[in-house]
């Protein structure tokens, strides 16, 4: 499922912990699901160019945006989808490591030496080093 870019905004907003809920986490066998709610009242004070006129719901945040609103999530997480009746419900979803398309890091492989490999213009492909 792509996402239609012209449904995102360009301005966050900061909104604090207390003031949002996660709600429902569940998963299929290539993405994780989060639905997390904002407070009803805080949608009035969301500029209004966050919003899509045409269905009355917030439009699909960049990650900036949803982390100015105060969201914290790992990294990965992709604003995807707005529900229509409830429209402070934010669906958000993450690609399962298992489908994703390029590997995560190796976990044999800790962050000294990823680090050591680069600044010595080495690159690492299915555990083999290269030269770069």
Same mark, same amino acid.
């Given at each position: ?15 604090? =912990? ?17 639905? &997390? ?8 004070? %969301? ?14 945040? *960049?990650?900036?945006? *949803?982390?100015?609103?105060? %969201?914290?999530?790992?990294?990965? *997480?992709?604003?995807?989808? &707005?529900? =229509?009746?409830?429209?402070? %419900? ?23 030496? %990823? ?18």
């Amino acid at each position: 499922m792509d996402i239609d870019p012209a449904r995102r905004n360009k301005k966050p907003r900061l909104l604090l =912990e207390s003031e949002r809920e996660k709600l429902d986490e569940y998963n299929d066998d290539k993405f994780e699901y989060r639905h &997390v709610q904002l407070p009803k009242n805080m949608l009035k004070k %969301i500029p209004t160019d966050y919003f899509d006129s045409s269905k009355g719901t917030l439009k699909l945040l *960049w990650e900036e945006e *949803w982390r100015a609103l105060g %969201i914290t999530q790992s990294l990965g *997480w992709e604003h995807y989808e &707005v529900h =229509e009746p409830e429209p402070h %419900i934010l669906l958000f979803k993450l690609v399962l490591s298992s489908y994703a398309s390029e590997p995560l890091a190796d976990p044999l492989i800790d962050a000294p030496s %990823i680090i050591n490999l680069l600044f010595n213009n080495k690159l690492l492909v299915a555990g083999v080093t290269q030269d770069i």
